[in-house]
């Protein structure tokens, strides 16, 4: 089944210590996101992928970097997590922009605990 | 801004019987609709979804609902089962944007 993976599914990370969360897809779509989700909150989209092309939220913080070295994956680097960044992390994907038949679609998330 | 909201963090329904999720939004250029399925430890599944030149589409026992004048939606689930329960996200976007905005969720319990 195409899909979307993300690694690991739990992470402990120290405060200041550099982590990153991967993704992968075998669906083949252009775009890829990146979102964090806290407890009882809408998922918050952090920026996006549209092919090679990143496009960054205006509130995400600078602390939060991408890369997306092929069409199949895309990596979440937390340069220097602070304990605000204790979150579910989600990946999806979309064939192209929104509209009708373009749902996203997502992983399982990795959840990030900073100790 | 909450351009997407659910106001009803929680809800219980006996089995059997029909669910209704209510979602609102505030920003008229939305024209795609979702709704996403949410089981714990796992991540959101797309469920349904309605276009705004419709007021409603139906896949089973899901069917979305849209009243673009008060700029509402409702997933209605007839009839609800055990296995429905989990985290219903109501999501919105328009043609030409990659962005889509989520509301914050309805947890649905359905009782045997």
């Known amino acids: 089944d195409a899909m979307v993976i993300q690694n690991p599914r739990y992470q402990v990370t120290q405060f200041g210590k550099p982590v990153t969360l991967s993704c992968s897809q075998t669906l083949n779509h252009n775009v890829m996101y990146w979102y964090q989700q806290k407890s009882s909150q809408a998922p918050k989209l952090l920026f996006h992928?549209?092919?090679?092309?990143?496009?960054n939220e205006a509130d995400t913080p600078d602390n939060f970097q991408s890369r997306r070295p092929n069409t199949s994956f895309c990596f979440l680097d937390i340069r220097s997590p602070g304990l605000g960044d204790a979150a579910m992390y989600l990946c999806?994907?979309?064939?192209?922009?929104?509209?009708?038949?373009?749902?996203?679609?997502f992983g399982d998330g990795t959840r990030l605990s900073i100790l | 801004d909450q351009q997407v909201k659910q106001n009803s963090p929680s809800l219980s329904v006996q089995e059997g019987r029909i669910s209704i999720l209510n979602c609102d939004y505030t920003?008229?250029?939305?024209?795609?609709f979702l709704w996403y399925k949410k089981y714990p430890a796992e991540g959101p599944t797309f469920l349904i979804s309605i276009s705004s030149i419709k007021d409603k589409n139906e896949d089973g026992r899901f069917t979305v609902f849209l009243n673009k004048s008060a700029k509402h939606l409702s997933l209605h689930i007839v009839p609800s089962q055990p296995g429905d329960s989990a985290v219903y996200f109501c999501a919105a976007t328009h043609s030409g944007t990659y962005k889509y905005i989520f509301g914050t969720g309805t947890r649905l319990k359905v009782l045997a």
């Open positions: 992928y549209y092919d090679k092309d990143f496009n």
């Open positions: 920003n008229s250029m939305f024209d795609y």
């Open positions: 999806a994907t979309s064939r192209g922009l929104g509209g009708v038949g373009q749902p996203q679609h």
